[in-house]
């Protein structure tokens, strides 16, 4: 990134939890950027605010819109910042149009890990990633090959001290009530089940090339190691820091230079004092092993593992399943699921309309 010249960058997603904070950095540093469009899911007053405030080339509502933002090679990067699938097509038509994606959506990855990589490496393109233990990895790397282990940090949620009665009984409200982040539902409702820990399993396997039996998870709830690595010599590396999704996101648009941005304060090991670790209950919280599995069956196994987890959470958040009811249902999809091995982007696409319509049906007889 040239220091004197402005980055321009374009935001899906603009109007979430990741898309907010996102502005905020880049108000924080405008003189670094030139926003060329920005696009909301269905907040429309939400996001003529942020036009009439950032004042975009142009901007888009909902999924019209979204190939022609990734089409336009003004773009120096795109912030993939939207939730659920709606991201995978318009990061493969960014991709193909030579743009870097700073990446905040699981989905992609998740359902076509392996035609996005693939992707990125024949267009030249940067896929820089934005969740907190991605983007921890990401600054601990030199070199890939010498990295023996990748370990993903976790905060355990509201339930991590509760018992698996407890957490079968939970309400909405209380799974919502993350101790650590600030986040968008979905997301932290799978943070309440662990799912999104195993989501950013198979994220990690495709971004960094990395066997899934080299890659641990292991719980740590002040959330200040964001994750770590450890070398083939044994030396290990983390990444620390105050849990905020301002750092991220700003490392992630900004790569490879770093500035002054948004901080509440200076880093305090002092103030910090301990830091606490322990390894993941997995009976507590078996979605971790879904995830593992699924990612390891790879093919459309981890297309059903995410249709069909979201389907449930969306059911949760509803209020027609219990929470615990998420787990059952996605590993009754994941049992009945055949998978297609090395599937195209079009039989993704079908495989994810299909298993949503299935667990739909399931989620009924509750």
């Known amino acids: 990134m040239d220091k004197n010249k402005k980055r321009k960058i374009s935001i ?31 907040n429309k007053e939400l996001l003529d605010l942020q036009a009439k405030k950032f004042k975009p080339h142009y901007t888009c509502l909902g999924e019209e819109g979204l190939e ?37 959506n699981k989905e992609t990855l998740v359902m076509a ?57 939970a309400t909405v409200e209380q799974a919502l009530a993350h101790p650590r982040w600030n986040m968008g539902k979905k997301i932290t409702v799978d943070s309440a089940t662990l799912m999104n820990k195993g989501l950013e399993i198979i994220e990690a396997h495709h971004l960094f090339s990395m066997d899934y039996d080299k890659i641990e998870v292991v719980v ?11 070398y083939k010599d044994g030396s290990v590396i983390a990444q620390l ?77 509803d209020g027609k399943i219990k929470l615990y009811n998420i787990y059952e249902i996605t590993k009754k999809m994941m049992d009945e699921h055949t998978v297609i091995k090395n599937p195209t982007i079009e039989e993704i696409f079908e495989v994810d309309k299909n298993i949503r319509e299935l667990t739909k049906k399931f989620i009924q007889q509750f």
């Open 241 to 317: 820091g105050l849990p905020s999704m301002h750092i991220p996101i700003q490392y992630a648009i900004t790569y490879p230079e770093r500035f002054e941005g948004i901080k509440s304060k200076s880093f305090s090991f002092a103030q910090i004092a301990r830091l606490d670790f322990l390894a993941p209950d997995f009976e507590k919280f078996p979605t971790v092993k879904l995830a593992y599995n699924a990612g390891k069956t790879g093919g459309t196994a981890t297309v059903c593992l995410n249709a069909a987890n979201e389907e449930a959470v969306f059911a949760f958040l």
């Open 12 to 42: 899906i997603g603009s109007t979430g939890s990741i898309g907010t904070q996102a502005l905020e950095v880049i108000e924080k540093l405008q003189d670094k950027f030139e926003i060329i469009a920005l696009a909301g899911g269905h």
């Open 68 to 104: 022609k933002i990734c089409s336009d090679k003004e773009n120096d990067i795109i912030l993939m910042a939207c939730s659920g699938r709606i991201g995978l097509k318009p990061t493969l038509t960014a991709i193909k149009n030579g743009i870097d994606i700073a990446l905040a």
């Open 220 to 230: 740590h709830p002040q959330s200040i190691v964001h994750s770590a690595i450890e």
């Open 113 to 169: 890990g392996d035609i996005v990589m693939e992707e990125a490496k024949k267009h030249g393109v940067k896929i820089i990633p934005v969740d907190s233990e991605h983007c921890a990895i990401h600054q601990c790397i030199k070199d890939i090959n010498q990295v023996e282990k990748l370990i993903i940090t976790a905060s355990g949620g509201p339930f991590l001290n509760k018992s698996i009665d407890e957490m079968k009984q």
